[in-house]
């Protein structure tokens, strides 16, 4: 099975810490790209549950994302970029020793510890151009809709 997993701020979403919930809409190319996805999808954040759930209600997602997994959460015990945070979405959601795991981040520390996991590893980032001086990012893309095109128009997770 394929497991999607996407972290929320400067991702899914691009604010750079001004984040303004009233302006916040669908975005429909995104919303046709998560669809397209083969598998199913997570949100990972250090943000709050409330926060999460909040965007994506704003930009009408709320229903394609299986689970959030977010600091306040129950299931992870810590922090990304901890090794028990992504330890524990691991576990939560793996299903058979023949999953995979695409993990999109803006981060590198967040991304070396999907790396870890053997998780393939999308850094979203306008710098993305320098994805080859970071060893344990797999693709590299300036924003989340040019990442799942690629992904999706080259079979990258089939």
């Known amino acids: 099975m394929n497991h999607y997993i996407f972290d929320l701020d400067d991702t899914l979403i691009l604010h750079r810490n001004d984040i303004n919930y009233h302006w916040m809409t669908e975005d429909k190319v995104l919303s046709h790209y998560l669809d397209k996805c083969k598998g199913t999808k997570y949100i990972y954040t250090n943000g709050t549950l409330e926060h999460a759930e909040l965007v994506l209600d704003k930009m009408n997602l709320t229903d394609k994302f299986h689970t959030v997994y977010a600091r306040d959460t129950e299931t992870i015990r810590k922090m990304k970029p901890h090794i028990l945070s992504a330890l524990d979405v691991?576990?939560?959601?793996?299903?058979?020793?023949?999953?995979?795991?695409?993990?999109?981040?803006?981060?590198?520390e967040n991304?070396?510890?999907?790396?870890?996991?053997?998780?393939?590893?999308?850094?979203?980032?306008?710098?993305?151009?320098?994805?080859?001086?970071?060893?344990?990012v797999d693709r590299a893309y300036p924003n989340i809709v040019d990442a799942l095109k690629d992904i999706q128009d080259n079979g990258i997770m089939d």
Do not use: A
Request: hydrophobic content about 35%.
């Open 90 to 108: 691991h576990r939560d959601i793996m299903t058979s020793d023949d999953d995979k795991f695409i993990f999109f981040d803006d981060l590198h």
């Open 111 to 136: 991304l070396r510890t999907g790396n870890l996991l053997k998780w393939t590893t999308v850094w979203i980032s306008p710098n993305h151009e320098l994805h080859r001086d970071y060893d344990y």
